[in-house]
């Protein structure tokens, strides 16, 4: 078992540094979209900051809560976006005939599509985010730990869903060869987790929590850091990704065994 996790590492820190290379050649390039990533954030806070010189609280949240989702919004999508970005380009793989040689290659074919392209751009960005999350956390009033327990839980979670959902989508194209856009209208939807879903009308709050669940994601962990999450909703959380995850394998394989290889 160890070995074979060695085996992986080994191969994801060595597309890491493939990836790496390719974008250091591109250096102005890669330094405009670190500095657009940076500014983005800037520029989030500085609204956030001329909405609460207006209201007292959004949706019963203050400045720092409010702060709070949203740095864990950036923790959970980039650790997603840092691991599984190959999926982004799972369609080019299979209409290109790479999905070819994956299928023999001595590693799982799943592992290469979805884990196999890194963004070392992501890894720098997320250093920064961690130590505002820091700060954050410093101007919350003190707290047990069994909340940062459910807090740090809850974040696991999350990112597995999300997956769940990654390989869903590689399944998908696979299956289709196409619906290249499937992983680009999940993004669209994560961008509406960066506010408690408390903020919006109550039917969208239900969609963004039982039929997309992106507050299982984002809100959940932020929720029970700060005592208003009940255990049910807990549980609830912790048995989607339980369900989540063996499923989207399961489809996986199934339109991996109906994948006939584009020069069919």
């Given at each position: ?38 500014i ?5 806070f ?7 010189q207006?209201?007292?609280t959004?949706a019963g949240?203050?400045l ?7 740095m ?6 980039m650790t ?7 999926v ?5 793989t299979?209409?290109?005939g790479?999905f070819?040689?994956?299928l ?6 799943l ?6 392209s890194?963004d ?10 961690i130590?505002?999350?820091?700060m ?19 974040m696991?979670n ?5 997956y769940?959902?990654h390989?869903l989508v590689a ?12 992983i ?19 039917a ?9 669940p ?5 809100t ?11 255990a049910?909703w807990?549980?609830?959380a ?7 995850l ?8 199934d339109?991996?065994a109906?994948y ?5």
């Open positions: 078992m160890l070995s074979v996790l060695d085996k992986y590492r080994r191969i994801w820190l060595r597309t890491a540094s493939m990836a790496m290379q390719a974008q250091l050649t591109y250096r102005l390039g890669s330094f405009g979209f670190l500095l657009g990533k940076m983005r954030l800037f520029f989030f500085a609204f956030m900051a001329a909405v609460f207006h209201v007292e959004v949240y203050s720092v809560e409010t702060a709070l989702f949203f864990t919004f950036n923790l959970v999508d997603a976006q840092i691991l599984f970005r190959g982004y380009g799972a369609r080019r299979v209409s290109e790479d070819d040689f994956y023999v290659q001595p590693c799982s074919p592992f290469r599509m979805t884990c196999s890194v070392f751009l992501d890894i720098i960005t997320i250093i920064p985010v130590v505002m999350t820091g954050v956390f410093a101007r919350l009033p003190p707290l047990g730990w069994e909340r940062y327990a459910a807090y740090g839980l809850l696991l999350g990112v597995g869903l999300i769940a959902i390989v399944a998908l194209a696979v299956r289709t060869q196409e619906l290249e856009s499937a680009w209208i999940y993004r669209d939807v994560m961008f509406m987790g960066k506010f408690p879903v408390d903020v919006y009308a109550p969208v709050r239900w969609a963004l929590t039982i039929g997309i992106i507050a299982v994601m984002t959940f962990p932020a929720k029970a850091l700060l005592g208003r999450l009940s049910l807990i549980v609830y912790l048995a989607l990704t339980a369900a989540a063996p499923l989207s394998w399961l489809f996986w394989k339109s991996v109906r006939t290889s584009s020069s069919s």
